[in-house]
C-alpha cells in the first residue's frame, strides 16, 4: 500500500470510501496524460482536469481522437482513479488491477454508480495478482499508460514488465507511459521525463516514464 493523505468517510456520489488519493492528485494525474497524448494530435484542445472536492473530474473539452487508449491502475483500491480519468477523457478506457476482493468488490460497485455518467462500459476491474502471467500478458500488450502507485519493493518486483512496456513502443506505434506515485523506478538506466507535485501542500510527487526514459546504452534496450 502506498502513502498519501487518508480520506475518512468522504462522500463521493453518495458512497463511502476510504482511499489513500486525494482530489489534487488525481488532477495531477490527468493533466499528465492530457499533456503527453494531447500534443500528438494537433488542433485538438486537451483541455484541462477539474477535479472537485470529492474527487470527481468535471467536464472537459477533450481531444476528439481515432484511437482508444488504455490505462491501466495498479493496485487501484475503489477504482476512483480510474472512474476519473475515463470521465475526464473519453478517448482512454481504464483497467483497475486490485489483488484485495473486498477493494475490488467496491470498485465494481463504483463502477455500477458511473455508469450514466460518461463512464459505462470503459472501466473495468480485474481481481488477480498483477504477478500472474496471464495478466501482465495482457498489460505487457494493450497498456498505453500505466499508474504505479507502489511501494518500492513492489516496483522493484515488477520493474522488468514496466520496461517491457515502454520498449515496447520503440517498435510499436503506440506508446506507453507510467506514472509513479511517490516513489518511482529505482535503476541508474531508467530516468523520468518528468516529476511534478501535487496533492495538498504540493507535497506529493509524480514521475513521468516514457520510452526516452531508458538510457540508449542499457542493457534494457540491448536484450530486444
Known amino acids: 500500500m502506498g502513502a498519501g493523505y487518508i480520506i475518512d468517510d468522504l462522500g463521493w456520489k453518495g458512497i463511502r470510501l476510504h482511499h489513500l488519493v486525494n482530489p489534487k492528485m488525481i488532477e495531477g494525474i490527468i493533466s499528465l496524460i492530457k499533456d503527453y497524448f494531447g500534443k500528438r ?18 467536464n472537459l473539452t477533450s481531444p476528439n481522437l481515432e484511437s482508444t487508449l488504455t490505462c491501466y491502475d495498479i493496485g487501484c483500491g ?3 482513479v480510474c472512474i476519473a480519468v475515463s470521465k475526464a477523457c473519453p478517448w482512454i478506457n481504464s483497467v483497475g488491477i486490485e489483488i484485495e476482493e473486498s477493494l475490488a468488490e467496491r470498485m465494481e ?8 455518467n460518461g463512464v459505462g462500459g470503459r472501466v473495468s476491474v480485474i481481481h488477480d495478482d498483477l504477478r500472474d502471467a496471464s495478466v501482465s500478458a495482457d498489460m ?12 518500492p519493493e513492489s516496483i522493484e518486483e515488477i520493474k522488468q514488465l514496466l520496461i517491457d512496456c515502454l520498449l515496447r513502443s520503440d517498435s510499436d506505434s503506440d506508446d506507453c507511459i507510467i506514472i509513479c506515485n511517490t516513489w518511482g523506478i529505482k535503476d541508474s538506466d531508467i530516468k523520468p521525463i518528468s516529476r511534478t507535485s501535487c496533492g495538498c501542500n504540493n507535497n506529493t510527487t509524480l514521475s513521468l516514464y516514457d520510452k526516452s526514459s ?4 542499457s542493457n534494457y534496450r540491448k536484450k530486444l
Request: glycine share 14%; proline share 0%; net charge negative.
Open 140 to 151: 505487457k500488450q494493450t497498456a498505453n499508460i500505466i499508474l504505479c502507485y507502489l511501494l
Open 109 to 116: 460497485e463504483n463502477i455500477k454508480v458511473y455508469e450514466g
Open 41 to 58: 494530435y494537433e488542433g485538438h484542445s486537451t483541455g484541462s482536469a477539474n477535479t472537485d472536492a470529492d474527487g470527481e473530474s468535471g
Open 214 to 217: 531508458i538510457a540508449s546504452d
Open 78 to 80: 475503489d477504482g476512483r
